[in-house]
């Protein structure tokens, strides 16, 4: 079993629409959690961390339900620019970063 | 924008050459780390190192060597090329703190025929 396992992609959806990725992480020992964002045969960039409250950034929510090791990113109102692949990151105690091998969205118009 | 750089972009080699894959950084991070990654895959961290002088192999077993001999440039070497190596490369950078924010290079595509 991957330690960190998001939603098969890809998630191709029409502007405007609401979508929802989740990812489950085996560690329960897991200290912090983070979303990336990885264009097409571009390098990953730190989209928001998620922390226990939940948070928000724009159009963008993150969620962690710690109890069932899960994280969740939703996207309102997407855009064409939210086209990327998500990659869930979870950080372990000492520092070390485990990436899922993240969910494709495609926004189409 | 990061200011880590990564040199070739894109290398095609013959199996059996020598390589080294250049990073750079002018953030002043202690923190350096190589990633793998293949398509539709995900990042796997086959070297780090948290200073000079102080280098470490990842989860990924990897046949390079990396060397850190200044804090700004973290080289990756691979003695005798092989088709097995061809991949993305990722160079990135993090501060001392452990934020879990890293800084990526745009990445070093190597095809080995």
């Known amino acids: 079993r991957k330690e960190v396992e998001q939603d098969p992609g890809p998630f191709n959806v029409p502007e405007g629409a609401t979508v929802a990725f989740n990812c489950t992480y085996s560690n329960s020992a897991s200290q912090s959690f983070f979303w990336y964002r990885q264009d097409c045969r571009k390098e990953p960039k730190l989209l928001m961390s998620?922390?226990?409250s939940g948070n928000e950034d724009g159009r963008f929510t993150a969620q962690l339900n710690r109890a069932s090791q899960y994280i969740s990113l939703l996207i309102r109102d997407s855009k064409l620019s939210d086209s990327a692949t998500y990659l869930c990151v979870v950080k372990y105690q000492g520092g070390k970063l485990i990436f899922g091998q993240g969910t494709e969205l495609s926004v189409k118009p | 924008e990061a200011d880590i750089y990564q040199t070739p972009r894109y290398l095609v080699i013959g199996t059996g050459k020598k390589i080294t894959l250049e990073c750079s950084q002018t953030m002043g991070h202690d923190k350096m780390y190589w990633y793998q990654q293949d398509p539709g895959m995900e990042l796997h961290l086959i070297h780090y190192s948290y200073g000079v002088n102080s280098t470490e192999k990842g989860d990924l077993s990897s046949e390079s060597t990396v060397s850190r001999i200044r804090t700004e440039h973290f080289p990756l070497t691979l003695e005798s090329a092989r088709p097995s190596h061809t991949s993305q490369y990722l160079c990135?950078?993090?501060?001392?703190?452990?934020?879990?924010?890293?800084?990526f290079g745009e990445g070093s595509r190597l095809t080995v025929l």
């Open positions: 990135a950078s993090s501060e001392a703190q452990n934020t879990g924010e890293l800084f």
């Open positions: 998620v922390y226990s």
